[in-house]
């Protein structure tokens, strides 16, 4: 499976809140408060239910 890919890697502040819109890998896509997208570590993410 092949599919286009934007390599855009985000720099969060710690405490920053983000949607996540996808995960591919050990990765999430997601969009800040002001809007920004890009990729960041789901290392670096802690996932609020």
Do not use: K, N
Not at 7 to 12: H, R, S, W
Request: glycine share 4%; proline share 2%.
């Amino acid at each position: 499976m092949t599919r286009d890919f934007d390599a855009i890697e985000l720099c969060v502040d710690v405490g920053a809140r983000v949607v996540i819109h996808a995960q591919i890998a050990s990765f999430y896509w997601v969009t800040t408060d002001d809007r920004r997208t890009g990729w960041v570590p789901c290392s670096h993410i802690c996932v609020d239910d």
